[in-house]
């Protein structure tokens, strides 16, 4: 009876894992998108989450909008802000030395929390409920619906994501500009425009991961720290490779649950850090990353 009972408690650990990983996957996918076409690691992605979620608090609660346009009018209102950081702090730090543009994004991540706070103070808060509270049962297993729901629209956005990048216009320019600029500058394709597109799009992605973290475990000034596990995803999985993101993704969000639920909480870190170190060791370059070889 007791084996039983831990492999459902097993199975339940899982399940709530892969809905973390499905947060970390739609995330890591707005990260690698900004990495793959300006080779800026972008540290405010976190932050940037964070923006999404509070815009959505803000207009659903001051403005009394209901939460399906809430969350429509946060998304949009990302995907400027996005693209505003782009042309202001991002563009005119272009040929400069990468660990100048990093810094620059740490900066941006600072002040969006101080923009947070300054607004909202720093107090934790609780979004609108819009997810079904009805519990959702996998064969035996339980899973909290915010969860399940929140990993349902996240596997959806990342396939609707995938696709319209593989097809739409945009999509191909993005393409052509991560995988060479100087190619891409020579077939005509706007690369700024190009550049200024995957920090809107990549916001706009981040803004809908920020509302579902958001409705799962309430929101605060403090929500960047998702975006270390993210920058962890990301270096796990490949810094330029979109199946990088989404397999890691998931296996560290079923790390971090299967840690939290047999070791307690303050283990969650140290094994998604110790999956990065020893990925590090083996293949600096990630799971899935490209394996640039310099000559000289």
């Known amino acids: 009876m007791s084996l039983e009972f831990d492999w459902l408690f097993l199975a339940e650990i899982m399940l709530a894992g892969l809905g973390a990983g499905g947060l970390y996957a739609l995330t890591g996918l707005a990260f690698v998108m900004i990495y793959k076409a300006t080779r800026v690691v972008n540290l405010a992605i976190g932050e940037m989450l964070m923006i999404g979620a509070y815009l959505c608090f803000g207009l659903a609660t001051a403005m009394n909008l209901p939460m399906w346009l809430a969350i429509l009018v946060a998304v949009i209102g990302s995907g400027g802000a996005g693209a505003l950081l782009e042309r202001v702090a991002i563009r005119p730090m272009l040929g400069e030395s990468p660990i100048a543009v990093f810094m620059v994004t740490v900066g941006l991540a600072s002040i969006l929390v101080g923009v947070v706070e300054l607004i909202w103070t720093s107090e934790p808060r609780r979004l609108p409920e819009f997810m079904p509270a009805t519990p959702v049962m996998i064969g035996e297993a339980f899973v909290p619906s915010k969860v399940f729901y929140g990993f349902l629209v996240a596997a959806v956005l990342i396939g609707v994501a995938l696709a319209v990048f593989r097809f739409w216009r945009g999509g191909v320019a993005l393409r052509a500009t991560a995988s060479d600029q100087q190619a ?60 990088g993101a989404l397999v890691a993704g998931l296996l560290i969000g ?17 094994a998604t850090f110790l999956i990065l170190i020893v990925v590090l060791l083996v293949r600096p370059y990630g799971l899935f990353g490209t394996h640039e070889i310099e000559r000289l």
């Open 184 to 243: 891409a500058y020579s077939m005509g394709i706007d690369v700024p425009k190009v550049f200024s597109l995957s920090w809107t799009v990549a916001a706009m992605i981040a803004a809908i991961a920020g509302v579902i973290v958001g409705a799962v475990g309430g929101i605060s000034s403090t929500m960047g720290v998702f975006g270390l596990s993210v920058l962890v995803v990301v270096i796990v999985g490949g810094l330029d490779s979109v199946l």
């Open 254 to 270: 079923v790390v971090e649950s299967l840690a939290g639920g047999f070791l307690g909480g303050e283990y969650k870190l140290l």
